[in-house]
């Protein structure tokens, strides 16, 4: 895992006619927010930095201005993984999904075996599918999606955070 640092893949491709979110979007200040799917790690660096990268992240999914994209199973991910940590475990995330997007389309995980972590794939074919980007910190993850390039789209906070303009 990296830690909250600037990394961009540079890979974008063209909104899906089936997704409500344009590859692009209108994004914060626009009249459409931007769907997002956000890893796991990126809910943990905004609970224990949240004047970082990932906490302006997670301020703009509380305003409204990005729209956290999930499904059952990355949700049921990202509430194990923060109750499992004592100091985080006390803040809430789940306001975060019911103000959010389920995506309950298809998708396809085991087209990401290039993704080592299997509990990583679900986050981008989540976001895969739905075509919006993918944030994380994880090095893996950011290395590989050149492997999908117009169908994977994944930042790290920083770049995410710098490009939409995310400020505290």
């Known amino acids: 895992m990296t830690t909250d640092t600037e990394t961009d893949n540079g890979s974008h491709a063209e909104g899906r006619a089936d997704s409500p979110f344009g590859a692009e979007g209108e994004g914060p200040g626009g009249a459409e927010p931007v769907g997002v799917v956000l890893d796991t790690n990126v809910f943990v660096a905004a609970g224990f930095s949240p004047g970082s990268a990932s906490g302006r992240i997670i301020d703009a999914v509380r305003r ?79 290395s590989v999606a050149k492997c999908w390039p117009g169908r994977l789209r994944i930042s790290s906070p920083p770049a995410f955070a710098r490009r939409w303009k995310l400020r505290t």
């Open 64 to 142: 409204g201005t990005l729209t956290l994209v999930w499904n059952a199973a990355t949700r049921r991910e990202t509430e194990r993984i923060v109750r499992k940590i004592p100091p985080l475990s006390r803040k809430p995330v789940a306001d975060l999904f019911e103000g959010g997007y389920e995506y309950t389309g298809a998708v396809e995980p085991e087209a990401f075996n290039a993704i080592t972590d299997p509990d990583d794939r679900k986050f981008a074919a989540l976001a895969a599918a739905a075509d919006v980007e993918l944030v994380s910190q994880d090095d893996h993850l950011l």
